[in-house]
């Protein structure tokens, strides 16, 4: 009974917030006016630095996973 309740608020908000949404829309003024593109972000790192960080992480991923593949090689798995 308690997931007929729930499933039936679920879809009945849902509902709601379509038919708001439809009203809001009908409301308001003609088109919105187009954005502005958004100019390109700085990356946060230079190409050094990005290196580094994904050569530690491979090196970290390597020593997690390397053991468990090698066990797994050697039963044919």
């Keep these: 009974m308690g997931l007929g309740v ?12 379509w038919r708001a949404t439809a009203m809001l829309v009908d409301a ?4 919105p ?4 593109a958004l ?6 790192l230079g190409p050094y630095a990005h290196a580094t960080i ?4 491979n090196t970290g991923v390597d020593n997690v ?3 468990a593949i090698a066990a797994l ?3 044919n798995l």
Excluded: C, H, N, Q
């Design 6 to 17: 729930g499933s039936y608020a679920y879809v009945d908000t849902k509902r709601e917030i």
């Design 65 to 67: 996973f390397g053991p």
């Design 39 to 44: 100019p390109e972000p700085a990356p946060l």
């Design 54 to 57: 994904l050569r530690a992480w």
């Design 73 to 75: 090689s050697s039963r």
């Design 28 to 31: 308001m003024p003609g088109a």
């Design 33 to 36: 006016p187009p954005s502005a």
